[in-house]
């Protein structure tokens, strides 16, 4: 069976809570949108696609309500930085006529396109792996993060079924720990070797010679390739330029934002102190303690060597001001 975070089903949106795995798989029902704002915003749902799909089917629920403008405004508001969000809700604005009908299969339009789009990022991705290669990711970019099979994590699912040769090494992912609860689920699920490593052993691994490829998902890409990513995926771009590894970012193409020519204009989410000062519930810090919590950081794309997309793997440099004509 496939890892997938979401599905319609019995006219309600159900999402696994991606909060509980990989101790729990619950799944919730959700059948009016501002249920669907919340999971968003308190990543029951998460990873870019994902958000994107779950926004278009809240949009479905809110055409049922009657409650088209409430429900735009608040799924736009429930998280800043992936520009899915903002695409899905765009591609739910030009439906016509505006129906419940309608609105549904608009959106599971958008949640099947994003499967085909993430099978065709990975047979591009997967030809910039060697076999053998041992890939450094971060975050979870997989199939809880997408529809299905996931963008930086599908390219190494592809791979992998393509001939069984390739080791990941998956970075931990503070604060919130995509990559130990997540990545790591999804790999075991799947039986492809690993090892899960703390965010900060990165640097020593790669001048060890233990990673020959780095490749990493999107939240947003600019006009000129800046891409923001989740926090931690900047300093691994500068360690893999500093040591000679290739690094690569996977996305489908509804995560390019040309209308930013820089990263320096994509909004950086900021979460709740929490995040920092527990660790599972349990207050580690001092009472009191200031945090700063970025969730995202925005890796220049003079740093990225390639950017695959269901159309195309682009070498550097990027320069995504015009429409492509593919
Ligand atoms: O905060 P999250 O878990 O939503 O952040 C997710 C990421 O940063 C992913 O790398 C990105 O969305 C790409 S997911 C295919």
């Known amino acids: 069976m496939p890892i997938r975070p979401l599905r319609w089903e019995d006219d309600a949106l159900w999402l696994l809570d991606q909060r509980l795995l990989p101790a729990q798989e619950r799944w919730l029902r959700f059948d009016a949108w501002p249920g669907v704002v919340a999971a968003i915003r308190d990543m029951v749902v998460r990873g870019a696609p994902a958000i994107g799909i779950a926004a278009a089917y809240g949009m479905a629920l809110a055409a049922r309500a009657g409650e088209r403008n409430e429900a735009s405004r608040g799924l736009a508001a429930s998280r800043p930085t992936a520009v899915n969000l903002f695409w899905a809700l765009d591609r739910m604005a030009r439906v016509t006529p505006w129906t419940a009908g309608s609105a549904l299969a608009e959106a599971r339009a958008i949640e099947e396109e994003d499967r085909a789009m993430n099978r ?4 591009n991705g997967a030809d910039l792996l060697k076999p053998g290669s ?6 979870n970019t997989g199939g809880l993060a997408t529809s299905e099979h996931g963008t930086a994590l599908g390219v190494v699912r592809t791979a992998w079924e393509r001939d069984r040769d390739l080791f990941v ?3 931990e992912t503070r604060p919130r720990l995509q990559g130990m609860r ?5 790999l075991m699920r799947d039986g492809i070797p690993f090892r899960l490593v ?11 010679g233990t990673v020959d490829f780095v490749i990493a998902g999107a939240d947003r890409i600019a006009a000129n390739g800046d891409t923001a990513n989740k ?4 300093a691994l771009a500068v360690l893999a330029r500093h040591h000679g590894i290739p690094f690569a970012i996977a996305a489908p193409t509804s995560t390019i934002d040309p ?4 990263g320096d204009a994509i909004p950086i989410e900021h979460r709740g102190e929490e995040e920092v000062t527990t660790f599972d519930g349990v207050r580690l810090a001092p009472e009191g303690c200031p945090v700063l919590n970025p969730a995202f950081d925005v890796t ?3 740093l990225i060597d390639w950017i695959v997309t269901e159309r195309e793997t682009m070498p550097a440099p990027f320069d995504f001001r015009k429409p492509s004509p593919v």
């Open 120 to 123: 065709a990022i990975g047979r």
């Open 259 to 262: 209308s930013l020519e820089t």
């Open 134 to 139: 041992r890939v450094l990711t971060i975050c």
């Open 198 to 208: 703390p965010d900060s052993a990165a640097a020593s691994l790669m001048r060890a």
């Open 231 to 234: 926090i931690g995926t900047y």
């Open 300 to 302: 220049p794309g003079s």
């Open 182 to 186: 997540l990545t790591a689920w999804e």
């Open 169 to 171: 090494i998956a970075c």
